[in-house]
């Protein structure tokens, strides 16, 4: 028997009151056929986790006792790295020490331990792995724990939508810092798209805008100045000298900051919503629809990738390989390691995960 922990809710609200942690038993000594039991080896904290047990995230997880809780409640966590420590007897894909990150999402990845079928997992390669494929880099545990959603969200918004021009077009977008951001800057880098990444002004804005550039960023510019017409003679001259036309916009915050970006489009550009950062809605001139026939249109990596398995194998793998050779480095988290009987119970772990959000993706690792 292995003792077990998930953070659970059984009614929404803000997490701090509402989380809890669940004890249960995993019977692995009687596993069905097609049966695996994984370890945790890490599980981050996303925006979407904390709005799902907010009641307020359109996916949720069925609330169910399965875990033993008194009432109906729901495991937290879509994201996360699993080791394998169990496989039943006919199962094919999975074998002991192999790393899994779960198939889909609202699995409840913010756990100890889980029992599981084989086909709720897909498997990725482990360092070891890595290693005798003749890998210069294993993965790390923060790379597999986050990259299902924030890696593929960037490549597959780049690449799924508009066919952009290597060495030619453009794409633009705001929130250039967030963790999806910096994927795109690094990801349009590898296909060879050109980057124009908008951040908010800040003390240490050189700082910022050196850090990206190293990631590959092609032109960084503040909020101010992509609002500023003046400074739009600038850009159209970066443009003009590669040849090629902005023709997508990814827009993670809303408000004035989406109508900025949605400006630089060329005629018939895209701007993909896929966030909301400023609670603001999206506004889009009635012009840019007319004369610049502007498409807005809307990105959700949960609902592209629900009935199309190959596509997130594919993009996985290609994920994956960048990992491996190097030439993909992630968003940074601030880890966390649980400490099974030690002073802190698992929810109140994440609890503090969610407050500390603000201040960077929080990862707590097992
Ligand atoms: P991060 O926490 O890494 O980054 C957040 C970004 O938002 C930072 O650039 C921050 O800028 C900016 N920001 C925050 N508040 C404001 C504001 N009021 N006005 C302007 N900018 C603001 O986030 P992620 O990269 O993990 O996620 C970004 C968004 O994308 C989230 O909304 C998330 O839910 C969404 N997302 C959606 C997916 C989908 O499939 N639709 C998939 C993945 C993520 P600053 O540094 O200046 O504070």
Redesign the pocket.
Known sequence: MITAQAVVYSQHGEPKDVLKTQTYEIDDENLASNQIVVKTLGAPV???DI?QIQGVYPSKPEKTTELGTSEPSAPCGNEGLFEVIKVGSGVSDFKVGDWAIPANVNFGTWRTHALASEEQFIQVPNPEQSKTRGKPNGLTINQGATIS??PL?AYLMLTHYVKLIPGKDWFIQ?????????YAIQISKLLGFNSLSV??D?PNLDE?VSELKALGADQVIT?EQNASKEFGATIKSWVKETGGEIKLALN??G?K?STGIARKLANNGLMLT???????PVILPTSLHIFKNITSS???????LKNNEDLKKSTLNQIVDWYEDGKLRD?KSIETKFEAGGEKQLHELYIEGVTN??K??QLITF
Do not use: D, H
């Not at 896929?274 to 603001?280: R, V």
């Not at 809307?298 to 592209?304: A, E, R, S």
């Open positions: 996303n925006p979407s709005n959603v924030n969200t705001n929130g250039g810092n967030s963790a999806v951001g910096k951040i908010r800040r910022l909020e993670c915050i408000g900051n896929y966030g909301g950062m400023s609670f603001q809307g990105f959700w990596v949960t609902q592209l968003a959000s603000s960077g993706k």
